[in-house]
């Protein structure tokens, strides 16, 4: 049985009062992540500590220690037990470019000290249009997936047409449904069908408390990774709330 993950990404910004998400939390039977800046970390982790809100990192590199100007280690992460890492970030591979392969170390990295990475795939509008979205996300999948022999258990995707990222066009549910389901068969085509009916599939991209309900109606979607509407902690906390009841 999956449980419904609600994940605000903060990206460079801070959410204007946290109580209220701390509560929705507490009282709703899902999971519920935060995604601060680095410098931030260690203070929410602390603020939200005996609550049920998860707090996460944006991004890691893939080694441990070095000449690394600038970035940051899986360890000091472990250190301050954060356990969930957003890897591949359409942010991270178009503004920052990352590769597939870099994503692919860092997965691997990730999952080898025990930590929950969240895998985003998806595609530009201009792959939309051409009608390429699924070869690309089946093409992001494979690489970024390909060296991973264990703890399958603890990836979770998330969809992320780039095209729906902070421009108010969500997908349909019915276009989101679809990538997710073609998500999940390629899930289970590298790992399994056991594997792939476990893992946690998000949808990002412009969600908000209006749309959150219809898109997890939705079979394949479990949850949201959701970036502008996780920083009004009243907003967010009304997302938590929808998702809970939803889950009922
Ligand atoms: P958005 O961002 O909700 O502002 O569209 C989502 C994301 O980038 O993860």
Request: overall charge negative; hydrophobic content about 40%.
């Amino acid at each position: 049985m999956r449980r419904i993950l609600i994940a605000g990404n903060w990206k460079m910004n801070l959410i204007d009062n946290i109580a209220p998400v701390i509560e929705s939390a507490d009282k709703n039977n899902i999971d519920v992540l935060v995604i601060p800046p680095f410098v931030y970390l260690e203070r929410i982790a602390i603020m939200t500590s005996g609550s049920k809100v998860f707090v996460g990192a944006q991004n890691m590199y893939f080694q441990e220690k070095g000449p690394f100007t600038g970035e940051t280690s899986p360890l000091f992460l472990k250190e301050l037990k954060i356990n969930h890492v957003l890897l591949g970030h359409s942010e991270r591979r178009h503004i920052f470019k990352e590769t597939d392969e870099e994503i692919s170390l860092k997965m691997q990295k990730c999952l080898s000290l025990g930590m929950t990475p969240i895998l985003c795939v998806g595609e530009t509008e201009a792959e939309r249009m051409s009608n390429r979205h699924k070869v690309i996300v089946e093409n992001q999948l494979k690489i970024a997936l390909g060296g991973i022999e264990n703890n399958l258990k603890n990836i979770i995707i998330a969809y992320e047409p780039v095209w729906a990222i902070g421009t108010g066009n969500t997908a349909t549910p019915n276009d989101a449904e679809e990538m997710h389901l073609f998500i999940r068969e390629q899930i289970s085509s590298i790992f399994g069908r056991k594997i792939s009916s476990e893992m946690v599939i998000l949808y990002g991209g412009s969600v908000n408390d209006e749309n959150i309900k219809d898109l997890l109606r939705k079979d394949n979607i479990d949850g949201a990774l959701i970036g502008g509407a996780s920083l009004k902690g009243e907003k967010f906390a009304a997302v938590i709330e929808i998702a809970g009841k939803t889950n009922i």
